[in-house]
């Protein structure tokens, strides 16, 4: 099993509608959790971060967060064109300094 | 501009050879850390640094492949005698201790092993 899972896609999306990518984490020992953006032959981006129980909101992103299930979300309101990108989640482990990645998720918002 | 820099951002190179890449991190971070990224895939971690000192190194990490950070600032990550499999983006990130230690990317290394 793959320490952090994503579903690969792509997940296609009408502009205006809100995007839902999943992750998830079989380190019980995560302790923050991230989100990058990547644009296809550019680097990570990072949009958001994470790490107590529940939701945070920054703009139309937010980030949800379940230890319990082991589990993150980022959810992206009024998804727009300029959105179509691979989105990366990571995790840090307690008392390490990496960051362990999913494989991404690609996300095709269509006009 | 006061990101994460990388030199050069392209390299080709014929296999066997050595190459070099330089990361320059956020003048105020003092985690530096690199990974490498293949086609569809998350960015892999290689190796960090917490000021001059290479704290963690990855079992993945082949010793063809070296990394310094002498003043606590810039970084080298030196791959010698290339071999295909090393094409690659290499990502360098930096971040700060303390907080959620969100780590911000430079632009990275595109390497093609010919």
């Known amino acids: 099993q793959k320490e952090v899972e994503q579903n690969s896609g792509p997940l296609s999306v009408p502009e205006g509608a809100i995007a839902s990518l999943n992750c998830t984490y079989s380190?019980?020992?995560?302790?923050?959790f991230f989100w990058y953006r990547q644009y296809s032959g550019k680097s990570p981006e990072l949009i958001m971060f994470i790490y107590s129980n529940g939701d945070k909101e920054d703009g139309r992103f937010t980030a949800q967060l379940n230890k319990a299930s082991q589990y993150v979300s980022l959810l992206i309101r009024d998804s727009q064109p300029s959105d179509s990108a691979t989105y990366l989640c990571?995790?840090?482990?307690?008392?390490?300094?990496?960051?362990?990645f999913g494989q991404g998720t690609e996300l095709s918002v269509k006009p | 501009d006061t990101g994460v820099s990388q030199d050069p951002r392209h390299k080709i190179t014929k296999r066997g050879q050595n190459v070099t890449f330089r990361c320059d991190p956020i003048s105020e971070h003092n985690r530096l850390y690199w990974y490498r990224q293949t086609l569809g895939q998350g960015p892999e971690f290689l190796t960090y640094f917490q000021n001059e000192a290479q704290l963690e190194k990855s079992r993945l990490l082949s010793d063809r492949f070296s990394a310094e950070r002498p003043k606590g600032s810039f970084s080298t990550l030196e791959i010698q005698r290339t071999e295909q499999g090393d094409s690659a983006m290499y990502l360098c990130?930096?971040?700060?201790?303390?907080?959620?230690?969100?780590?911000?990317f430079g632009p990275g290394t595109r390497l093609t092993v010919t």
């Open positions: 380190d019980r020992g995560s302790q923050s």
């Open positions: 990571a995790v840090k482990v307690e008392g390490g300094g990496k960051l362990i």
């Open positions: 990130a930096s971040s700060f201790i303390g907080g959620a230690y969100e780590q911000y």
